[in-house]
């Protein structure tokens, strides 16, 4: 949805202003540094934004007058998450309305280097030209070293890192509470983050009306003898993302732990995305690039086979962000059709 230049109710336009101004104040006392608190009901500090189970926003850091980062400390992670958010224009911690969420999610460990986690979509595209008139609030949050969003494993102990716990439960709740979220949203990913973003869409569609991928492992359970799987790419992420660590431990070995593997398996998870807007992309220019592309092709035929629809792009390019930026651009008609402000 993009705004009227051209004229806007009065009342909508008063809010706006009055949202705008209050996001400058605080934007220009918080450029480059931890922001001060923002005013409360009565006039004094706002109280620390908190999660049901006590995840506490530790940090806020403004970038830009847009560009915010927080800092939170997480007991499902046992460490300090962070997440950075692309604020809609007439934003503030205060405003009379609310926004709805376009979730990017990064992948795994950048093989060009540079920055990663929740600064990977700032620093490696335009997002935030991209999304400058979408009335949405664009949320990136970190997803791991491995880029896997998800609960570990952990040899069947369970505990940190959960990262998908601390995505759609404390920062979730923390967005609402402190920083005028809508319950629902889309969800996008690269890489393994796109995974992740189907996987989310699936298991919570409450939240999500649609999601999409670009050059995913869409399939984690895919064979492919001589050339690279889904499990592949799940144990060179986490070997390469944390040197030393023991793939395993996040979803167990997958013959074992079969049903672990299915509960994060988009392709397994068909089904569930009925009713969803859908985008899948993937090429063919790397090793990597080519099992997400087999993958990407699976799930495709069978969301067909089940008469779910969705936009499935096969090209022929190598997954890299440039590439992603392009696939981003061409999603988000469909990804923020579906959601509407208040």
Not at 67 to 76: G, W
Not at 110 to 133: I, K, M
Not at 242 to 269: A, F, H, M, S
Not at 305 to 319: E, F, N, Q, R
Request: hydrophobic share 40%; glycine share 14%; net charge positive.
């Amino acid at each position: 949805m993009r705004r009227d230049r051209g004229g806007v109710a009065a009342v909508a336009l008063g809010t706006a202003l009055a949202g705008a101004a209050a996001a400058l104040v605080w934007a220009r006392a918080a450029v480059g540094s931890i922001a001060p608190a923002p005013a409360g009901p009565a006039g004094g500090p706002r109280s620390p934004v908190r999660s049901d189970d006590g995840a506490v926003v530790v940090g806020e850091r403004f970038r830009d007058g847009r560009t915010l980062d927080l800092a939170i400390r997480s007991p499902v992670l046992n460490e300090v998450g962070r997440a950075r958010l692309l604020l809609p224009r007439g934003w503030s911690p205060t405003a009379a309305r609310t926004w709805p969420t376009l979730w990017l999610l990064h992948g795994g460990p950048p093989s060009a280097g540079g920055p990663s986690g929740h600064a990977a979509w700032t620093a490696h595209t335009a997002v935030e030209r991209l999304t400058a008139d979408l009335d949405v609030l664009v949320v990136m949050p970190d997803g791991g070293r491995c880029g896997d969003h998800a609960d570990w494993w952990n040899y069947g102990r369970g505990g940190p890192p959960r990262w998908e716990t601390f995505h759609l439960i404390e920062l979730r709740q923390i967005l609402q509470r402190g920083y005028r979220a809508r319950p629902e949203g889309a969800v996008a990913g690269v890489s393994t983050g796109g995974r992740a973003a189907l996987a989310y869409a699936a298991r919570h569609p409450r939240m999500f009306r649609a999601a999409a991928s670009f050059s995913g492992p869409l399939h984690l359970l895919r064979t492919d003898p001589g050339r690279l799987d889904g499990t592949d790419v799940v144990r060179l992420t986490a070997e390469i993302g944390r040197p030393g660590t023991d793939w395993r431990r996040i979803w167990g070995d997958p013959v074992e732990q079969r049903p672990i593997w299915r509960r994060n398996n988009p392709y397994d998870l068909a089904g569930r995305l009925a009713g969803m807007s859908l985008y899948l992309s993937a090429g063919d220019g790397s090793p990597v690039e080519i099992a997400a592309r087999a993958g990407t092709a699976e799930l495709a035929g069978k969301l067909r086979k089940l008469g779910i629809p969705a936009t499935v792009h096969l090209h022929s390019d190598a997954g890299c962000w440039p590439v992603w930026e392009r696939e981003l651009r061409a999603a988000l008609p469909l990804l923020i059709g579906g959601l509407g402000g208040t």
